[in-house]
């Protein structure tokens, strides 16, 4: 009887912190630097949809290249280790000598990421996807640093979890005597023939295997990530990270498809890689010739490795940016037809054939939509009542909340959950928890006492923070 009474007593305080903190929260949801303030202090689980490299702020990055005295690119912005044969090169020790640095400090950090944009110069979408090449060569060499500026910023801002989109997988498998395929798959999806695209694909499958994507994949994992992650420490009592892989939408389909079953042999044979994903812009000319057939190739890759999970980058469109019929598919596509596990972006969602019947099926399968608002807002210009948040919202979607990529965009997870509040009146304090321990629920870690910790070290979290309230 004595626990029962301590339990209860237990439940009712925290009943009463939680309602004080939301309270609060009612009082200052038009306050900007109110909610800031709020957030930075609210525990916030994990980031779920998150690019290492476009996470990685351009200050580091360039103290890099300065530093091994790169070469730049003084019309593009663009830095390599080594001189290229053509174009206007110089290495920064010879600008430093010269006394244009600082000059061109500027413009390298209004290339490689968002500061100083002003909405007018140069279109939004292209300066974010070309920036990922511009800084790409002082990332290379550079992950460990890279990943523990991530854990650092993670940790002072009261996010326990990442999950990141590292790195393709490097492979010297050649492909040139499966080049045919790429007509024949291409001329199959055409025609929608779904049998013979699988079976085509299983003669490609069958030569990777033979070609050695199985070596691939386990050297990437013992090699490079599971060295790198212990070496480095990454996991402690205060952040855990985890790895997805991905693959390039503007590739061929016969290299896309060998770097997507190495992909998912490396997320099968790994505990740290918690699972596989797709990038580049959407709207590129392959990616939209192809969108159906990499739909394919994810069902099959998933035929034979039904352990791993994926998440794909679907529906990252608006009206405008794509022709208007190639807004009413994407998403169901990835859901239904690759069997997607989580949605990244689902902007396009309002313009989905049938898109009732998608939300309530994604609800009733607890696939979870990855909000990215900041992204959102600069890549294609959606925001407020335009972004489907609150069609996802109204029919059940679980949602996570999530950053992108945080150093392009020079935003925070905070920023993420400051908007929140402020575009959408209806969502209360509870919602905003309840999506903070999705961050941990809708994750890929595949150890359920990893996932058990962070839950349990998020009702902590939350009773420390929650004590806070009422403030005076």
Known sequence: MKLLYTLLFT?????????????????IRD???????????????????????????????LERAIRDDFYLNIETMDVLQDKPLTGNWTQFSTLKKNGTLENYKQKIMQKWSVK???????????LFFESFMKFEPAIQGNFGQGLLELKNRAISENVSYIETQLSTIPTAINTEDLSS????????ALVKDEKAIIKALDSVYASLLKKG??????????NFVTKMHNDLKIDDARFTMRYQNFVLRFMEPVDLFKNLVIAFISA???????????????????????????????????????????TMHAGELTLGLVQPEELTWHIGAAVYTAGANRIGHGVGMAYEKDAYNLLRYMAKKAIPIEINLVS????????????????????????????????ILRTNMTEQYVLLAKRYKDVSYADIK?????????????????????TKDLDNRFKTFESNFPLQ
């Open 31 to 61: 306050n900007e630097v109110a909610l800031t303030a709020f957030f930075s202090q609210m525990p916030k689980g994990g980031d779920l949809h998150h690019h290492f490299s476009g996470s990685i702020y351009a200050e580091p990055l």
């Open 213 to 222: 994507a199985a070596n691939d994949a386990k050297s990437f994992n013992i």
């Open 116 to 126: 100083d944009y002003n909405f007018v110069d140069y279109p939004s979408d292209k």
């Open 376 to 407: 959102n807002e600069f890549i294609l210009k959606v925001k407020d009542s335009r972004h489907p948040f609150t069609l996802y919202k109204e029919f059940g979607v679980p949602i996570v909340i999530s950053t992108d990529d945080a150093g």
């Open 434 to 454: 309840q999506f903070v321990y999705n961050s941990i629920a809708y994750s890929f870690i595949k150890e359920d006492k990893v996932k058990k910790q962070l």
């Open 268 to 310: 099968d044979g790994s505990q740290l890689m918690a699972g596989v994903n797709i990038v580049s812009p959407e709207d590129g000319e392959t990616s939209m010739k192809d969108y159906w057939l990499h739909m394919l190739m994810f069902k099959y890759c998933h035929s034979k490795y039904p352990n791993v999970k994926y």
């Open 11 to 27: 439940l009712l305080f925290s009943a009463s912190y939680s309602q004080s903190a939301n309270d609060y929260f009612e009082k």
């Open 181 to 188: 395929f790429n007509t024949r798959l291409r001329k199959l």
